[in-house]
Every structure is written in C-alpha cells, then in structure tokens.
C-alpha cells in the first residue's frame, strides 16, 4: 500500500440521487480526514476519524452527508439527495497518531471529483 | 473562527529565481504549520512541515515561521517551470489533531 486511494475518480449524478465515495487510508495510519475542495478554495475540514470512532464534524456536514469507518480501516462519505452545490472535489486524508509532539502529517488521496447535474 | 490567510496570486517568478509565498494565520494558539503543492487537478502534496520558530530548510525550499506575528513563509530557490502549482498553508490548531485549517492557495507561475 503506497498511499491513500480513493474511489471512484470521478462521478457524475443529477440532482437527488445519493452518491457514495470510498477511501482506504495508508495501512499503519489509524487517523482518516474528509475534505471538500472547490475550485479556487484551499481544501474544507468536513469530519475526522480516529480509528472507528467519528471525533469531529464540520458545521459544514449537513444532515445529508454521512460517513462512516466501521472497523478502522477503510471510510465511506455519502451523499444523499445531492444538490448542484455539492459539486466538488472530495478529498480524503490519513495519518498516523505521533506521541510527542504530534506533527498530524495528513497524506492526501487523489480525490473524487463530483458533478451534480 | 480560525482563519488561514494567502495570497491568490498568481505569482510570476523567472525561471531560476526565487519565488517568496507568504501566509498569515488567526489563531494564536497554532501549532503546526504546513505548505503543500497542488497541481491542477491533483490532491495536494506536503513539501514541509515546521513547528519552531525560525527557518526550516529542505533541498531548494525553506519555511519560515513567526508564531509572534502569526505568519509562516515558502521560499523557493531556484524555481524551476516545474514548481508552478497552487500552494497550501495549512495550520493546526493543535499538536493533537485533528483537522487542518488550510488558506486559498497561491497559484505560482515559473516562467521558461
């Protein structure tokens, strides 16, 4: 396992339809981070896991989005009734928990890149 | 609200020079500090970290950091057209976690 992978690429939907995108974190990395990307914008925190367990949440995770890591390894963001606004670029992170100090070195996955018709 | 702050440029250098990338940040509190490279289309990918005051060198780049104004800097010897890319500040607000407060990004252009 070289790096984060996340899947798919790239998908298209039309308005209301739930997506679902995957990321496998780097195998020793026990922290997973979702972000959203628009272009022209730094990447936006959306939620943070440590292991299975969901720590943080963006205000800017809507009711519509979910995401879930449910043994640790692998996450999945959802999408449900997806708005023209919610295309963008879904970013996945990992990284490992450092002892002392923790220098949190988020490695980035390629993205999933969303277009909502 | 913790605010990252760049400029958007974009910043045009000549090939060979240095192009300086500068980023201010609100939360005094900060920790962490990190500049990654983001090429069109692509996901972004670190270049350095630092977390002292000071100056942090690494190949043909260096960071530098002044937590007393709030202000973290990429220089880049030598630009080569192939350092042109959007470059991220990242901050973290703490040494335990959790998420990254990135700025907008500075497009760099190096110039043939």
């Known amino acids: 396992d070289t790096g984060v992978s996340q899947n798919p690429r790239h998908k298209i939907t039309k308005r209301g339809q739930n997506v679902t995108f995957r990321c496998d974190p780097i195998?020793?990395?026990?922290?997973l981070y979702w972000y959203r990307q628009t272009l022209g914008q730094g990447p936006e925190f959306l939620t943070y896991?440590?292991?299975?367990?969901?720590?943080?949440k963006s205000r800017l995770l809507s009711d519509r989005f979910s995401a879930e890591r449910p043994k640790g390894s692998f996450s999945t963001l959802e999408i449900q009734r997806t708005e023209q606004g919610d295309s963008a670029m879904y970013l996945c992170?990992?990284?490992?928990?450092?002892?002392?100090?923790?220098?949190?070195?988020?490695?980035f996955g390629a993205g999933t890149r969303l277009s909502v018709l | 609200q913790k605010e990252v702050e760049q400029n958007s440029g974009p910043l045009s250098v000549p090939e060979g020079a240095i192009a300086s990338l500068n980023c201010t940040y609100s939360?005094?509190?900060?920790?962490?500090f990190f500049w990654y490279r983001q090429y069109s289309g692509k996901s972004p990918e670190l270049i350095m970290f630092?977390?002292?005051?000071g100056d942090k060198e690494d190949g043909r780049f260096t960071a530098q950091l002044n937590k007393a104004s709030q202000y973290v800097s990429l220089l880049i010897r030598d630009s080569q057209p192939s350092d042109s890319a959007t470059y991220l500040c990242?901050?973290?607000?703490?040494?335990?976690?959790?998420?990254?407060?990135f700025g907008p990004g500075t497009r760099l252009s190096v110039l043939p």
């Open positions: 992170a990992s990284s490992v928990t450092l002892t002392v100090p923790d220098k949190n070195i988020q490695y």
């Open positions: 195998s020793e990395h026990n922290r």
């Open positions: 896991f440590q292991n299975e367990a969901q720590l943080e």
């Open positions: 939360d005094r509190g900060s920790q962490s």
């Open positions: 630092i977390y002292s005051n």
């Open positions: 990242a901050v973290n607000p703490d040494n335990y976690g959790q998420n990254f407060v």
